[in-house]
């Protein structure tokens, strides 16, 4: 699997954890990541990636310009569609403009990256919770579902879910999977141990796990 990968994604923390967990994927290289949609085309249209990760509300472009854009001068060029806005019709219309994937962002991160891995074998991905046409549900490209094979659990985090944590219960995060207990941690920021506790309550809330177990896991998934 060849994987020259640029991602364009205005919200800096989602798209650093998603660069990261891209870096996990064997055979994924990312050549880079873009907050503005001019750039990250301009970029694309010269150095031609395999796979093109594209959010759809971008500032200045919208992304289904820049798919269009890609999909017209690129057309080797795989494209995998990332929203956190989904609706009835955009899945139905991401395949007439030639896309190869489409992720909501609030899909566990399992999603994403079978998403990416699927896209650059050559295969389709698309996967989100939206409701169907008005008049037609169940029917055609727009009630697309995901794959029952190597489906998550519901309860599974989201690499969405990681971009409302503050850079402080980032770091609080690193080091807990690092294994420190609150009182290092707090020795090691200068904080105080009910601080970090109540960092580490927050966290654990804003990405859905109950024990540090899952939350090793999920950071390790994010390559935090």
Do not use: W
Request: aromatic content about 4%; glycine content about 10%.
């Amino acid at each position: 699997m060849f994987g020259k990968t640029v991602i364009i994604e205005d919200e800096t923390v989602f798209r650093q954890m998603l660069a990261l967990a891209l870096g996990r994927i064997t055979g994924v290289r990312l050549m880079g990541e873009f907050a503005d949609g001019r750039r990250g085309l301009e970029f694309c249209l010269a150095e031609k990636p395999d796979l093109l990760v594209v959010d759809l509300f971008l500032p200045g472009i919208h992304g289904l310009e820049i798919v269009q854009t890609v999909r017209e001068k690129l057309p080797a060029t795989r494209i995998l569609v990332l929203t956190g806005h989904p609706d009835g019709e955009l899945p139905s219309q991401l395949i007439r403009q030639g896309v190869h994937g489409f992720v909501d962002k609030t899909a566990p991160l399992n999603y994403v990256l079978q998403a990416v891995e699927s896209v650059l074998k050559g295969g389709m991905f698309f996967a989100a919770n939206v409701p169907p046409k008005r008049g037609a549900a169940g029917e055609g490209p727009a009630a697309a579902r995901p794959a029952a094979r190597g489906q998550p659990t519901p309860s599974a985090p989201s690499l969405a879910a990681a971009k409302n944590l503050s850079p402080r219960e980032i770091e609080v995060a690193r080091l807990v999977c690092e294994g420190l207990s609150s009182k290092e941690v707090a020795t090691r920021l200068n904080l105080s141990v009910r601080t970090v506790e109540k960092h580490r309550s927050n966290l654990m809330e804003k990405l859905g796990v109950r024990e540090v177990a899952s939350l090793v896991r999920y950071c390790v998934q994010i390559g935090l």
